[in-house]
């Protein structure tokens, strides 16, 4: 699913994830401080790297002498038990914006690499509740199931907003089709 | 281990450049006008893959000639994730070049008329006024440009009778009502010559206005 000249493929590889070390790396303090430092990376270093770099290596590094490979992941703040758990409850409530931008493609880029069953229909069950909700909003300018149109609105992420596009111009073409007159 | 020093003061990790190009690019993709090419930036990437190039050189110059990964576990992860940030940075300046070649294409299949590029033509209307004209491309992009157009005409000259660049929507009448958006010169109609004047209207036969519209000089009225 990774496209290599799709952009939202590429924006969605920067998304960071939380990584351990395994080893310690001389030289490599760029990063965690910025370029210009040429300290080591001591093993057991707790860093924030970016998907494109985390998940090479993750898998990279694998060898007999370092089996976990050069890094091991932990979970991201996006699907930490806190947000499946406010997810399961009210999936409407949650600002998925605010967690990541991208968060439907992150959780497919982080369940590629684990296979979390659970987290998977946690993930399923809220994108179905959601885009019904976002369906009603792109076809009524005033929702009756919800108050505040703009909040849910401004919680949307890159998927979900795609999703409102193309709602709303379906809905549009629909309306123009049944009126023409000619 | 000694690295080279390195003198950008804007960002500070590796890949953070190739991000703005990114954005760059996510933003082209809303907009209708392809935004200036971004050559500073372009070139800033460029360095920096080099300078990670100098850097996996000296790492593998101090480890010797017959340096396998297996010896040195974390060397070999230095070189590694050096590596993979040249990568990075080549998969995001392919990426924009991509994107914007494409948007290229496109504007040869519509019509896009450069004419205007590098010099002042006709009435003296301030470029600005005219959306048309192609603003801060690079100078390969003119010319691919060119040179994709020059492919399109051929192909369009295998079939006379058929505009393979043309309308899409089917003409609903003979003669359209149309007003001139911008200065455009002046057509030859089998009625006469028409001068197409800013903001003047005009009752024309649709068939030799069409090439017009689609370029954005006048504008069809309902």
Not at chain 1, 32 to 59: Q, S
Not at chain 2, 127 to 138: C, E, F, N, Q
Request: proline share 3%.
């Amino acid at each position: 699913m990774n496209n290599y000249y799709d952009i939202d493929d590429i924006l969605s590889d920067g998304q960071k994830i939380p990584a351990v070390f395994q080893l310690t790396v001389p030289g490599m303090g760029y990063l965690e401080h910025g370029r210009n430092t040429n300290t080591d990376i001591k093993e057991g270093a707790r860093i924030e790297l970016p998907l494109w770099m985390a998940e090479i290596l993750a898998i990279g590094g694998i060898s007999d002498e370092l089996p976990t490979g050069f890094i091991t992941v932990s979970t991201p703040a996006p699907f930490s038990n806190k947000v499946l758990n406010a997810l399961s409850a009210d999936p409407a409530n949650v600002d998925l914006r605010g967690q990541s931008m991208q968060f439907y493609k992150f959780a497919e880029r982080w369940l590629a690499m684990t296979g979390d069953d659970a987290l998977l229909d946690t993930i399923m069950d809220t994108f179905k509740a959601r885009a019904a909700i976002v369906n009603d909003h792109a076809h009524n300018t005033r929702s009756a199931l919800m108050t505040d149109r703009s909040e849910f609105l401004g919680t949307l992420d890159d998927t979900e907003i795609k999703l409102f596009k193309a709602a709303q111009e379906a809905s549009k073409d629909l309306k123009k089709w049944t009126s023409m007159k000619k | 281990m000694h690295f080279s020093s390195y003198n950008l003061s804007i960002t500070t990790m590796y890949g953070d450049l190739a991000a703005k190009l990114i954005q760059d690019s996510k933003r082209t993709q809303s907009l209708d006008v392809l935004p200036a090419y971004q050559a500073d930036l372009v070139n800033s990437i460029i360095r920096e893959i080099r300078d990670l190039q100098r850097d996996v050189k000296i790492l593998l110059d101090q480890q010797g000639p017959n340096f396998r990964a297996s010896q040195d576990r974390r060397v070999s992860c230095a070189i590694f994730v050096l590596q993979i940030c040249m990568r990075r940075n080549k998969r995001c300046l392919l990426a924009y070049h991509k994107l914007r070649a494409r948007r290229l294409e496109t504007l040869v299949w519509s019509g896009f008329e450069t004419a205007s590029i590098g010099t002042e033509v006709d009435s003296g209307v301030a470029l600005s006024d005219r959306p048309s004209v192609a603003s801060g491309w690079h100078p390969d992009e003119e010319e691919y440009f060119r040179g994709y157009g020059d492919v399109l005409a051929e192909l369009k000259g295998e079939w006379t009778d058929i505009d393979l660049t043309g309308s899409m929507d089917p003409p609903t009448d003979l003669f359209i009502d149309v007003r001139v958006l911008k200065d455009a010169g002046e057509i030859q109609t089998e009625y006469g010559l028409i001068t197409l004047t800013k903001n003047s209207q005009f009752y024309v036969r649709q068939g030799d206005v069409e090439r017009l519209i689609q370029q954005g000089y006048i504008q069809k009225l309902r």
